[in-house]
């Protein structure tokens, strides 16, 4: 097979950098338009399913989709080089969306399961002291576990995957895409709990938690800057927990 030449991987890097910036334009302009109507849920005691989880899976590429980005550039960089590669950073980058859009489906089911207990509130955040802190703390928590630290070192190294066997195939490339979307979901999923603490469709504090995670995955030394958002988590849930408590 023939071997892709300069001027064509600088061409394919182009283009895949353009889709992702793309994508992720795209997911935020949609959260914006939507944070003013918030379709599928115009009412208090409202609730469609299918407009939430499209909602949850298009957040998922607003806030995800950038942190992922580093790591898609780096497995497309080490594809091999041949013309026949060129598709396989994107089923990587499309299995890497699958794994979260089965957190969107779990993230869709919890915010059913707590509006049918009346413990939303019409911003869909969390409307009680006790269950916002318990959320907050468990949050904080979970920060400080052996799973955080070994689900945030593999989403931090994806070519750790690479380096184990090049998935030289598409089904490869899309089951490699998968297995790093789930790495990333085990140690993201409960900051992007917190949602429902601020409210599913408040931009500024999605915007805060996209920042968060993307320092979570950049900076070094990312233990001490997980532990330290651990820390700050549980002092704001065992607050949130005692101001529930005193009432």
């Excluded at 939303?120 to 802190?133: E, H, K, Q, T």
């Amino acid at each position: 097979m023939r071997a892709i030449s300069l001027h064509t991987l600088r061409h394919d890097r182009a283009l895949l950098v353009g889709c992702l910036a793309l994508a992720t334009v795209l997911s935020w302009w949609y959260l914006v338009r939507m944070a003013g109507g918030m379709p599928g849920m115009e009412a208090p005691m409202s609730f469609r399913p299918w407009a939430t989880f499209i909602m949850w899976m298009v957040m998922m590429v607003g806030m995800m989709l950038p942190g992922a980005a580093p790591g898609i550039l780096m497995f497309a960089a080490a594809r091999p080089q041949l013309r026949t590669g060129a598709s396989l950073p994107y089923l990587f980058a499309l299995g890497y969306l699958l794994a979260w859009a089965g957190y969107a489906a779990l993230a869709t089911t919890s915010q059913w399961g707590l509006h049918a207990l009346g413990l939303l509130s019409y911003s869909r955040a969390l409307n009680d002291s006790v269950p916002a802190g318990l959320l907050v703390l468990a949050a904080g928590a979970f920060q400080w576990t052996p799973l955080k630290h070994a689900c945030l070192y593999r989403c931090r190294s994806p070519l750790g995957m690479v380096a184990e066997g090049f998935p030289a195939s598409r089904v490869r490339a899309l089951r490699a895409g998968i297995l790093l979307g789930l790495y990333c979901a085990g140690c993201c999923w409960a900051l992007m709990a917190l949602m429902f603490i601020g409210g599913v469709m408040n931009l500024a504090w999605m915007a805060l938690l996209t920042l968060v995670i993307l320092l979570e995955k950049l900076v070094s030394p990312w233990k001490c800057l997980a532990d330290g958002l651990g820390l700050a988590l549980v002092a704001y849930g065992g607050w949130l927990l005692l101001m529930g408590l005193g009432r």
